[in-house]
């Protein structure tokens, strides 16, 4: 395939046909007609008092704060806004805060996508006496 028939520069992230400075230049509502029909809605609903404050920390800070400081969030619903692009976020699980660098390819997702809330089970060997067949099971 030759380079004349591809879209866009080669590298470069891109959103909806927009780059990232573009995005981070624009204000919420033209953000928000920009994500999918369920984040969008929860924008032009209003956001919640805490996913404000949300947003107002993100702004203040920058990459390298988050980096050594991150930004402590139970707001697994919130969107990932273009604003939190480089910034990392320690999400809540359930039972423990673990980070979370946000990258561009993140955007229109929610935080708690990105941190699993359950963790997988992991089995071990049937102990002697548990069913009938471990009754055979040689001794080591």
Request: charged share 30%.
């Amino acid at each position: 395939m030759s380079s004349e028939y591809r879209t866009g520069r080669e590298g470069e992230f891109t959103y909806r046909g927009h780059t990232l400075d573009e995005l981070q230049d624009m204000d919420l509502d033209e953000v928000a007609a920009l994500l999918p029909a369920r984040q969008r809605r929860s924008i032009e609903r209003g956001l919640s008092v805490e996913k404000e404050k949300l947003l107002e920390k993100a702004s203040d800070r920058t990459e390298q704060e988050t980096a050594n400081d991150p930004i402590r969030t139970h707001l697994r619903d919130m969107p990932v806004l273009p604003e939190f692009v480089g910034l990392t976020f320690s999400i809540y699980t359930g039972q423990e805060f673990e980070r979370v660098k946000v990258e561009p390819e993140m955007i229109g997702h929610y935080l708690g996508e990105f941190k699993l809330t359950r963790s997988s089970v992991t089995h071990g060997q049937a102990g002697i006496g548990a069913t009938r067949s471990s009754k055979f099971v040689p001794l080591k």
